[in-house]
């Protein structure tokens, strides 16, 4: 939208506290803030996010509000422990829950690639790009590159920019890798870094298109990695 002069016109206060919060939100969703931690000073969110002290302060009325952080005078604004029955329970305890989640995530990550492929910043990229660096030296390895694993996939639903995907991953949390439910020896002894080196090549596929911003391609790679993923771990 633009002004009078043909200049786009400044964004509101209020759209600038709802993105604000929206980035404050996911920091702390992927603890990158975590519980009882202090949030940075109104100077040092102002500089980064380059608003107004306003602006700051609307954000974090509105954290508040949904109960993420809590306001302490004279001392700052802290992240708030997240209550277990807040948040979504799931039973992974067994066998067949692999194959529950898995198809869970066919529905909800198929998406988030999609908006991913569409919406994600370059900062993003470079991050993704990392964790699958680190997923690849650490397989060369033969060291655990789970938290790799679990890490790209949370940073596809932050770069949907939007928290509901976020959130959902999180209280997924190691349940989002198959190899974290499933015991070798009960599978008959499958190779678990062979499964890796092929969840790789298909982790590359999805960042490829997500690169390209392709949302159809990103919603192809990431339908065919979490099938495959079903296929190689779900009890038939």
Not at 23 to 51: C, D, F, M, W, Y
Not at 86 to 109: C, F, H, K
Not at 144 to 157: G, Q, T, Y
């Amino acid at each position: 939208m633009q002004n009078d002069t043909g200049a786009p016109a400044p964004k509101r206060s209020h759209n600038l506290a709802h993105e604000l919060v929206a980035a404050l939100t996911q920091s702390i969703l992927l603890g990158q803030i975590k519980p009882g931690q202090k949030l940075p000073a109104e100077n040092a969110i102002v500089r980064e996010h380059g608003v107004s002290r306003t602006v700051v302060r609307e954000a974090i009325s509105k954290l508040q509000a949904s109960g993420l952080v809590e306001t302490r005078h004279g001392i700052g604004t802290f992240v708030l422990e997240r209550l277990p029955e807040q948040g979504l329970r799931l039973n992974v305890d067994t066998a067949m829950s692999v194959r529950s989640i898995l198809e869970l995530r066919m529905g909800l990550e198929t998406q988030a690639a999609a908006l991913a492929a569409k919406r994600r910043s370059p900062k993003q990229l470079v991050q993704m790009r990392k964790a699958l660096d680190d997923y690849q030296r650490l397989l060369a390895n033969n060291d655990s590159c789970v938290e790799e694993d679990k890490r790209f996939h949370l940073l596809i639903a932050e770069a949907t920019g939007n928290t509901c995907f976020t959130e959902i991953m999180q209280h997924l949390g190691n349940s989002l890798i198959p190899r974290t439910r499933v015991n070798a020896t009960e599978r008959g002894g499958v190779d678990l870094a062979r499964l890796g080196h092929l969840a790789n090549l298909e982790h590359e596929a999805i960042l490829n298109a997500i690169k390209k911003q392709d949302p159809d391609a990103a919603r192809a790679a990431m339908w065919i990695h979490l099938t495959n993923s079903r296929d190689r771990f779900s009890a038939e």
